[in-house]
T-cell receptor
């Protein structure tokens, strides 16, 4: 009953470095999401994937890329990290249907860019 | 106007009291709303959802939706110190109803 697993939990990057945040879910959900959370800003959608093989931009996609590797995995890549990308990143999944279906979130990745 | 707005608080209530958390939204077409609870340093967890006018009760929690006034609220009865957390209101994104947009959250502190 792992749910949504994110790795790593913590990361410090230097400006300009790249990294990939990994996310995997074992609930057979179709939809997966990447959010970032900043103080006072709430959760903001970066990218999402409605199903395997599809991805689309959210509210704040600049500086990020994603890959939906298969139904289980959805990764987020920072090609050239900037201090403005210091944040807590959450991956989430859902069954993707309309209606009152909520998300299941991973435990988060706390990223600091110096 | 932001799609989903909340008073950031902090809201403090004594143990045993009713905590009332409010959220307003801008899209009249929104049909369903969610309340998430987030403990400090943890990820959000879904605690309630509501998709019709009126009240929905689940234990000590009651969600209320008023579509005419475009607000949704969460009442927590008999508040406990373990209820101290940030509560996030979320509703469908105006441009795409299969995605959710979150409010900034209201911090609740229940004082023993």
């Amino acid at each position: 009953n792992a749910g949504v697993t994110q790795t790593p939990k913590f990361q410090v990057l230097k400006t300009g470095q790249s990294m990939t945040l990994q996310c995997a879910q074992d609930m057979n959900h179709n939809s997966m999401y990447w959010y970032r959370q900043d103080p006072g800003m709430g959760l903001r959608l970066i990218y999402y994937s409605a199903s395997e093989g599809t991805t689309d931009k959210g509210e704040v996609p600049n500086g990020y890329n994603v890959s939906r590797l298969n139904k289980r995995e959805f990764s987020l890549r920072l090609e050239s990290a900037a201090p403005s990308q210091t944040s807590v990143y959450f991956c989430a999944s859902s069954d993707g249907r309309r209606g009152p279906y909520g998300y299941t979130f991973g435990s988060g990745t706390r990223l600091t860019v110096v | 106007q932001k799609e989903v707005e909340q008073n950031s608080g902090p809201l403090s209530v004594p143990e045993g009291a009713i905590a009332s958390l409010n959220c307003t939204y801008s899209d009249r077409g929104s049909q369903s709303f969610f309340w998430y609870r987030q403990y400090s340093g943890k990820s959000p967890e879904l605690i309630m959802f509501i998709y019709s006018n009126g009240d929905k009760e689940d234990g000590r929690f009651t969600a209320q939706l008023n579509k005419a006034s475009q607000y949704v609220s969460l009442l927590i009865r008999d508040s406990q110190p373990s209820d101290s957390a940030t509560y996030l209101c979320a509703g469908p994104m105006k441009t795409s109803y299969d995605k959710v947009i979150f409010g900034p959250g209201t911090s609740l502190s229940v004082i023993p």
